[in-house]
């Protein structure tokens, strides 16, 4: 079947600490591979996407992921985290051949200490 | 550009009242989607529209859900009538058919309370 995990429901880190979420899929084939953000009472926005090529992809507010194939994994990292990084961030993979139905993550709550 | 544009922000309703969402996606994706949040969980698929046409409704509770996109533009989702279990997000978001920005482009959605 097929699946995201999110095994870190909630993750607490110190503001300018190193930040890293995973993420592991089971999927048939090889995926697309997003990183959606979604700060509270707010949509979601893309962070990054991977579709082949460099499997370290850089995204938007300084985060970046990297794609394991060996281990189906897509973790997201950030080297210091910011306050305004405290929101929650869901993990999502897609078909290569159609542009819809993306399956999701349960999402992991991003704390920030001061 | 402007993005995908929902109202309203907020709802709050009492049971077995009626409830309308609308969704404008961006200007050109043909691809648009309507997705309930429940809290602490990921998005789920209600409806899938290409242009006016809904191609995956597997999701949505018909017996009180429809949603409609007349002229494979903006779109409304209703329940009717609302039940406790209906408080959630409700997400629109769109895509364009080759759009390199791949994925979704999501509104700010209408958090619905029913009491």
């Known amino acids: 079947a097929q699946s995201v995990t999110q095994p870190d429901i909630h993750i607490t880190v110190s503001e300018g600490a190193s930040l890293e979420l995973r993420c592991n899929y089971s999927?048939?084939?090889?995926?697309?591979l997003f990183w959606y953000v979604q700060s509270p009472g707010q949509g979601l926005q893309l962070l990054l996407k991977?579709?082949?090529?460099d499997t370290l992809v850089q995204g938007i507010k300084g985060f970046e992921a990297e794609f394991k194939r060996s281990q189906s994994s897509f973790n997201l990292r950030k080297p210091s985290v910011h306050w305004s990084d405290a929101a929650e961030y869901f993990c999502?993979?897609?078909?290569?051949?159609?542009?819809?139905?993306?399956?999701w993550g349960a999402g992991t709550k991003l704390i920030i200490k001061p | 550009e402007a993005g995908v544009v929902q109202s309203p922000r907020y709802k709050i309703i009492e049971k077995k009242q009626p409830v309308a969402f609308w969704c404008n996606p961006i200007s050109g994706h043909n691809t648009l989607y309507w997705y309930r949040q429940n809290l602490g969980q990921g998005p789920e698929l209600l409806i899938r529209y290409e242009n006016e046409e809904a191609v995956d409704d597997s999701q949505l509770p018909k017996d009180r859900f429809s949603a409609e996109r007349l002229k494979g533009v903006d779109s409304t989702l209703k329940i009717q009538p609302a039940e406790l279990g209906d408080s959630a997000v409700y997400l629109c978001?769109?895509?364009?058919?080759?759009?390199?920005?791949?994925?979704?482009?999501f509104g700010s959605g209408t958090r619905l309370t029913v009491v």
């Open positions: 991977y579709f082949s090529g």
């Open positions: 978001a769109s895509s364009g058919w080759f759009d390199r920005n791949y994925g979704y482009t």
């Open positions: 999502a993979v897609g078909p290569m051949d159609s542009n819809y139905q993306l399956i």
């Open positions: 999927y048939g084939a090889t995926p697309y």
